[in-house]
């Protein structure tokens, strides 16, 4: 079965960074993009942007634009979001979720990590 | 960016009520690629309706969504217990997809 399994909590400082992780199994991991949503305490579901997992092209969110990398190692099958610059704006649970579809960008989420929080906390 | 709007914010009903949710785009949502998610509280979002009006697998059928261009609809024929929970609409038709603030069924 389809699993995507995320990183633990994260607590950090204002200016930071943090790199969470996603590890997928029970699919060929190449096959599917892979998105990242946040959802801040109470809030509603934010976008942040989207990796291929064949061939690591990525979108972002414009507001995330310059502070937000997303990568793959194949290898392990595992994506990352790393987010520097942190703020006290930045603290949510912090979700990937993989693409329903194999083919092309245009694919909703299906399966979805259990989330990460991360705290920005001076 | 296309911006979603959800209507209403808060919907009250008793469980046997159909609900209706409605999300509004700022512009047409390409191919019809808008996406329901159902919520329930520190859990992920779950994927209920793609495209639409297609049914994720395992979903029940008094689940239905309707609708194209800059008006979709979600449908819950009969609430169920466990369908009180908070719906998100996404579209995922543009370079950069966007969600709606959400619609909260509770139970009156």
Redesign the interface.
């Known amino acids: 079965q389809v699993q995507l399994v995320q990183s633990g909590a994260e607590v950090k400082k204002p200016g930071a960074s943090v790199k969470v992780s996603c590890k997928a199994s029970g699919y060929t991991f190449t096959s599917y993009g892979i998105?990242w949503?946040r959802q801040a305490p109470g809030q509603?579901?934010?976008?942040m942007g989207?990796i291929s997992a064949y061939n690591g092209n990525t979108?972002y969110?414009?507001k995330l634009q310059g502070r937000v990398t997303m990568t793959t190692d194949t290898s392990t099958s595992t994506a990352y979001m790393e987010l520097r610059s942190l703020r006290s704006d930045d603290t949510a649970v912090y979700?990937c979720?993989r693409d329903?579809g194999s083919s092309g960008?245009?694919?909703?989420?299906?399966y979805?990590?259990?989330?990460t929080l991360v705290t920005v906390s001076s | 960016e296309i911006v979603l709007t959800q209507s209403p914010g808060t919907l009250s009903l008793s469980p046997g009520e159909r609900a209706t949710l409605s999300c509004r785009a700022s512009q047409s949502v390409s191919s019809s690629y808008l996406a329901w998610y159902q919520q329930k509280p520190g859990q992920a979002p779950r994927l209920l309706i793609y495209g639409a009006s297609s049914r994720a697998t395992g979903i029940p059928d008094r689940f239905s969504g309707s609708g194209s261009g800059t008006d979709f609809t979600l449908t819950i024929s009969r609430l169920e217990p466990e369908d009180f929970a908070v719906y998100y609409c996404q579209q995922y038709g543009s370079s950069r997809r966007t969600f709606g603030p959400g619609t909260k069924v509770d139970i009156k």
């Open positions: 998105s949503v509603g579901l934010e976008w989207w979108n969110a414009q979700y979720a329903l960008y245009y694919q909703p989420g299906v979805w990590g259990q989330g």
